[in-house]
Nanobody
Framework: QVQLVESGGGLVQTGGSLRLSCLAS????????MGWFRQAPGKERESVAA????????YYVDSVKGRFTISRDNAKNTVYLQMNSLKPEDTAVYYC?????????????????WGQGTQVTVSS
């Protein structure tokens, strides 16, 4: 069982930056692939970024490429999402998720554990 706790959300102006963190419980964090998802009101949850077990492979949805960076520190059981040049359309609840496979997954149904979410609001 893995428990995930996100932090770092908040209110920021357009063009600003935030760094989200996701702390995972358990001793097997390095075995999990990790992902960040977001869900805006009235929209489906979408994959934003994903990272494999070692951090050597990453994925980004087109809308955040060049602005967001996913990374992980297995010694700290933590995955990060650095978000730069934020836009109002980035406003959403951001969720951290873990899956048991080592690689990259972008479908919500492939993830086994979810955090409670953290709100990111970008004002125009």
């Amino acid at each position: 069982q893995v428990q995930l706790v996100e932090s770092g959300g908040g209110l920021v102006q357009t063009g600003g930056s935030l760094r989200l963190s996701c702390l995972a419980s358990g001793r097997t964090f390095s075995m999990y692939g990790m992902g960040w998802f977001r869900q805006a009101p009235g929209k489906e949850r979408e994959s934003v970024a994903a990272i494999n077990w070692s951090g050597g492979s990453t994925y980004y949805v087109d809308s955040v490429k060049g602005r967001f960076t996913i990374s992980r520190d297995n010694a700290k059981n933590t995955v990060y999402l650095q978000m730069n040049s934020l836009k109002p359309e980035d406003t959403a609840v951001y969720y951290c998720a873990a899956h048991r496979m080592h690689g990259i997954e972008i479908m919500t149904t492939r993830y086994d554990y979810w955090g409670q979410g953290t709100q990111v609001t970008v004002s125009s």
